[in-house]
């Protein structure tokens, strides 16, 4: 007996220490991703592709899987066609397809990944439209399985994605209806759940409606932040119950929490046309209680919203509620979230279990005030970055693929759950957090590298013909900065720079180079002053024109000012947008007014990130517009930030003149035409189409140095010259 017991002691203390040693494994590659915030954070690096993918060869032998059910990227995904850049092919579309459907193609087709050469490609996606696969709806594509047998490159749906809204039918809604045999293809579906869900290969999505926008998108609903949230409800739900099958009992016993007071959870079996036929005892009661509340008032006006499961896992009322700025309290057992394996949804929403529904107005009662701002902080910012648009939904699905291929780099939690977002973070840029602009506040790190910037002048107006002329002038003030590191000349014109000779001398500490900028404005037509350079050896680029007209100190200030604020574009000249009611479109203006939207980077500091961002993130449509009007680049860059941190620029210390006046009668500046002008107006309207909404931010906000203009002696000031300048 006692030895029985001692065996049986020995197997159980060796079956917990290999849990405790798997399950910690597990748990540690979880922390990586959780672990994203405050002091730990601050040191953790991009989770390398290359160890995860080792990982998993030293876990399980690498088998072509019998069943496509048991699918991991690194058995049913090739990824030796991933090379580069992420491609997409879409094929040809074929067959009806939904307005949805139309829209997610068509923000395919238009991104950056997009490419038309199959062979090239990593990724397929289907011109045929799955979203849909309830053969009683009106949506539904018939002839799936025979469509599919003659795409050219299904190859069993490896490296396709197949996007999914609904599944099934009536009665059973099951999740295996798809009505065809998806294969080897990664499915990008709502109402996943999590038993069907093949973890780190399908994407699950958010059931979104006929009339979500393809791009831009609403901004969260929640403008103030009051604190404690005084909300007059504190959890609401109305919507439709359905009386009898799967999925009705949750929505179906809402009404034994509905109070009237500060629990409003109204239903309705109104719906369907023969609800008369199957109502319940219920039906006209809770009929009446439904028609004393509006939807979005409750939305507006409670601090917690109930996302039940409808027939399916998902609802629509996950977004619309996240949108709401209404912390979500889901009622869906064995959902799985949107995105779950990049969002931390812990730190947005509240999980209650169907089973213990009148569990639900104590968890609501028992989350803090604090913690209840953080969320509603969270849904904002995640509605925004992930899910507004149908672009940003394809976009992520895409981003969280890509991530998983082996050998690719990728980003960590923190990246993915707090501001500007995982689409905005090129993970390929740098595999230290501290290289980006957007989290060195919250790591309380300065950039890495030199204290120091990289001034880059942008040469299109061919040589100078005069040793004072304003280049060389500009040269001269600029290498007197007590921050340069380094002066890069983009020579733009076909005829040749002038010999070295002819070029000022700098200091020794101070090399100036010049480059050719036709080597670096490849045949797509990406502007060369803003490609990527490896000797932009700072995180601060000071942008500059050929003929602008800067001093040392205003170098420096403006370095100064853009080190408090790495993320925007700091500099001189500015300019702003407005709406053209007469026109009806967007205006551009250089009139001296209150307000601007716009600093011009022929004066200008900003992060080098966004040279990275403008060359490889930016659509080539939006390429294309600045290719073909040779102009407008500063205003796409501007475009581009703006978008990205959803804040202004920040305009520095009015001057009247930033630019030289033209030397000679003969200088051809483009300043001087007028058709520039109208140019840039135009572009300014491209780039709004394109993004889909209206990207740029009015600001009131003009820095100056401490004690400028005050009536104090000149000495006493930091930097003398503005003062001198400056009108
Ligand atoms: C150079 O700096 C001086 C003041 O130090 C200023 O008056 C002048 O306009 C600057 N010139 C150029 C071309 O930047
Ligand atoms: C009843 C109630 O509190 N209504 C408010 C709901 O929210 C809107 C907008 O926030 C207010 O205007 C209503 O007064």
């Given at each position: 007996?006692?030895?029985?017991?001692?065996?049986?002691?020995?197997?159980?203390?060796?079956?917990?220490?290999?849990?405790?040693?798997?399950?910690?494994?597990?748990?540690?590659?979880?922390?990586?991703?959780?672990?994203?915030?405050?002091?730990?954070?601050?040191?953790?690096?991009?989770?390398?592709?290359?160890?995860?993918?080792?990982?998993?060869?030293?876990?399980?032998?690498?088998?072509?899987?019998?069943?496509?059910?048991?699918?991991?990227?690194?058995?049913?995904?090739?990824?030796?066609?991933?090379?580069?850049?992420?491609?997409?092919?879409v094929y040809?579309s074929e067959g009806p397809a939904s307005p949805s459907y139309r829209k997610v193609l068509?923000?395919?087709?238009?991104?950056?990944?997009?490419?038309?050469?199959?062979?090239?490609?990593?990724?397929?996606v289907l011109g045929i439209d799955t979203l849909d696969r309830?053969?009683?709806s009106p949506d539904f594509v018939h002839n799936v399985?025979?469509r599919?047998?003659?795409?050219?490159?299904?190859?069993?749906?490896?490296?396709?994605?197949v996007f999914n809204l609904y599944?099934?039918?009536?009665?059973?809604?099951?999740?295996?209806?798809l009505g065809f045999?998806?294969?080897?293809?990664?499915?990008?579906?709502?109402?996943?759940?999590?038993?069907?869900?093949?973890?780190?290969?399908?994407?699950?999505?958010?059931?979104?409606?006929?009339?979500?926008?393809?791009?831009?998108?609403?901004?969260?609903?929640?403008?103030?932040?009051?604190?404690?949230?005084?909300?007059?409800?504190?959890?609401?739900?109305?919507?439709?119950?359905?009386?009898?099958?799967?999925?009705?009992?949750?929505?179906?016993?809402?009404?034994?929490?509905?109070?009237?007071?500060?629990?409003?959870?109204?239903?309705?079996?109104?719906?369907?046309?023969?609800?008369?036929?199957?109502?319940?005892?219920?039906?006209?009661?809770?009929?009446?209680?439904?028609?004393?509340?509006?939807?979005?008032?409750?939305?507006?006006?409670?601090?917690?919203?109930?996302?039940?499961?409808?027939?399916?896992?998902?609802?629509?009322?996950?977004?619309?509620?996240?949108?709401?700025?209404?912390?979500?309290?889901?009622?869906?057992?064995?959902?799985?979230?949107?995105?779950?394996?990049?969002?931390?949804?812990?730190?947005?929403?509240?999980?209650?279990?169907?089973?213990?529904?009148?569990?639900?107005?104590?968890?609501?009662?028992?989350?803090?005030?604090?913690?209840?701002?953080?969320?509603?902080?969270?849904?904002?910012?995640?509605?925004?970055?992930?899910?507004?648009?149908?672009?940003?939904?394809?976009?992520?699905?895409?981003?969280?693929?890509?991530?998983?291929?082996?050998?690719?780099?990728?980003?960590?939690?923190?990246?993915?759950?707090?501001?500007?977002?995982?689409?905005?973070?090129?993970?390929?840029?740098?595999?230290?957090?501290?290289?980006?602009?957007?989290?060195?506040?919250?790591?309380?790190?300065?950039?890495?590298?030199?204290?120091?910037?990289?001034?880059?002048?942008?040469?299109?107006?061919?040589?100078?013909?005069?040793?004072?002329?304003?280049?060389?002038?500009?040269?001269?003030?600029?290498?007197?900065?007590?921050?340069?590191?380094?002066?890069?000349?983009?020579?733009?014109?076909?005829?040749?720079?002038?010999?070295?000779?002819?070029?000022?001398?700098?200091?020794?500490?101070?090399?100036?180079?010049?480059?050719?900028?036709?080597?670096?404005?490849?045949?797509?037509?990406?502007?060369?002053?803003?490609?990527?350079?490896?000797?932009?050896?700072?995180?601060?680029?000071?942008?500059?024109?050929?003929?602008?007209?800067?001093?040392?100190?205003?170098?420096?200030?403006?370095?100064?000012?853009?080190?408090?604020?790495?993320?925007?574009?700091?500099?001189?000249?500015?300019?702003?947008?407005?709406?053209?009611?007469?026109?009806?479109?967007?205006?551009?203006?250089?009139?001296?007014?209150?307000?601007?939207?716009?600093?011009?980077?022929?004066?200008?500091?900003?992060?080098?990130?966004?040279?990275?961002?403008?060359?490889?993130?930016?659509?080539?449509?939006?390429?294309?517009?600045?290719?073909?009007?040779?102009?407008?680049?500063?205003?796409?860059?501007?475009?581009?930030?703006?978008?990205?941190?959803?804040?202004?620029?920040?305009?520095?210390?009015?001057?009247?003149?930033?630019?030289?006046?033209?030397?000679?009668?003969?200088?051809?500046?483009?300043?001087?035409?007028?058709?520039?002008?109208?140019?840039?107006?135009?572009?300014?309207?491209?780039?709004?189409?394109?993004?889909?909404?209206?990207?740029?931010?009015?600001?009131?906000?003009?820095?100056?140095?401490?004690?400028?203009?005050?009536?104090?002696?000149?000495?006493?000031?930091?930097?003398?010259?503005?003062?001198?300048?400056?009108?």
């Amino acid at each position: 007996m006692q030895a029985k017991k001692r065996y049986l002691l020995l197997v159980a203390s060796c079956a917990f220490l290999a849990c405790a040693y798997f399950g910690g494994y597990r748990a540690r590659g979880a922390g990586g991703r959780a672990s994203g915030e405050g002091a730990a954070g601050a040191r953790a690096f991009w989770r390398g592709g290359a160890e995860e993918e080792e990982r998993g060869r030293r876990r399980r032998p690498s088998l072509r899987p019998l069943s496509p059910a048991s699918c991991r990227m690194d058995t049913c995904f090739e990824a030796s066609k991933c090379r580069g850049e992420l491609a997409v092919y879409v094929y040809p579309s074929e067959g009806p397809a939904s307005p949805s459907y139309r829209k997610v193609l068509s923000a395919l087709r238009q991104s950056r990944y997009a490419t038309d050469d199959p062979s090239r490609a990593c990724l397929f996606v289907l011109g045929i439209d799955t979203l849909d696969r309830d053969p009683l709806s009106p949506d539904f594509v018939h002839n799936v399985p025979q469509r599919l047998q003659r795409l050219p490159f299904w190859n069993g749906g490896r490296n396709h994605v197949v996007f999914n809204l609904y599944s099934g039918t009536w009665p059973e809604y099951s999740e295996e209806g798809l009505g065809f045999d998806a294969g080897y293809a990664i499915l990008a579906r709502a109402s996943a759940s999590v038993s069907r869900f093949r973890p780190l290969f399908d994407i699950s999505l958010p059931l979104f409606h006929k009339q979500h926008p393809e791009k831009g998108g609403e901004p969260g609903a929640a403008v103030d932040n009051n604190f404690p949230a005084d909300k007059r409800y504190l959890l609401a739900f109305k919507g439709k119950r359905y009386v009898h099958g799967i999925g009705s009992e949750t929505r179906n016993s809402l009404w034994h929490l509905h109070n009237e007071r500060d629990l409003v959870l109204v239903t309705t079996c109104r719906h369907g046309k023969s609800w008369r036929n199957m109502k319940d005892e219920r039906c006209d009661e809770d009929n009446r209680e439904y028609d004393r509340y509006e939807y979005e008032v409750l939305l507006q006006n409670s601090t917690f919203c109930l996302v039940p499961r409808g027939r399916r896992l998902g609802s629509f009322r996950f977004l619309e509620v996240l949108q709401a700025g209404c912390v979500p309290v889901l009622l869906s057992n064995s959902w799985r979230l949107p995105f779950s394996s990049v969002i931390d949804w812990n730190k947005a929403v509240l999980w209650a279990d169907e089973r213990l529904l009148l569990q639900v107005p104590e968890l609501v009662r028992s989350v803090g005030a604090a913690r209840i701002l953080a969320m509603r902080q969270q849904t904002q910012l995640l509605w925004e970055q992930y899910f507004s648009s149908i672009e940003k939904i394809v976009f992520t699905t895409l981003e969280i693929i890509a991530e998983r291929i082996p050998g690719r780099a990728r980003r960590d939690a923190l990246a993915w759950n707090s501001a500007p977002g995982a689409l905005v973070t090129l993970p390929q840029y740098a595999d230290t957090r501290d290289a980006y602009p957007f989290w060195l506040e919250a790591m309380g790190t300065s950039p890495p590298g030199p204290n120091a910037f990289t001034a880059l002048i942008y040469c299109q107006l061919g040589a100078p013909t005069h040793p004072t002329s304003p280049l060389y002038r500009l040269i001269k003030n600029i290498s007197r900065s007590r921050y340069i590191h380094r002066i890069l000349i983009m020579w733009a014109n076909d005829r040749p720079p002038p010999p070295r000779s002819r070029w000022p001398s700098t200091p020794y500490s101070v090399p100036l180079d010049i480059i050719d900028a036709s080597v670096y404005s490849p045949g797509m037509g990406i502007s060369a002053r803003f490609q990527p350079h490896a000797l932009i050896e700072t995180a601060a680029v000071l942008q500059l024109d050929e003929d602008a007209s800067l001093t040392a100190d205003e170098a420096d200030f403006a370095y100064t000012v853009w080190k408090d604020f790495p993320d925007r574009i700091v500099g001189y000249p500015a300019r702003t947008h407005f709406w053209d009611d007469a026109k009806g479109a967007w205006g551009y203006t250089s009139r001296w007014t209150n307000e601007y939207s716009i600093v011009l980077t022929g004066a200008a500091v900003y992060h080098r990130y966004y040279h990275d961002l403008y060359t490889r993130w930016l659509p080539p449509l939006l390429h294309k517009a600045v290719a073909q009007t040779n102009n407008c680049e500063d205003i796409l860059m501007n475009c581009l930030v703006a978008h990205v941190t959803r804040r202004p620029p920040l305009k520095l210390t009015q001057r009247k003149q930033y630019k030289e006046p033209p030397q000679t009668a003969g200088a051809r500046s483009p300043w001087n035409d007028p058709d520039h002008f109208i140019q840039r107006q135009s572009c300014l309207n491209t780039f709004a189409a394109v993004f889909g909404y209206m990207p740029l931010v009015r600001s009131r906000v003009r820095l100056d140095p401490m004690l400028f203009k005050d009536p104090v002696s000149n000495l006493r000031k930091k930097y003398r010259q503005i003062e001198l300048v400056g009108s």
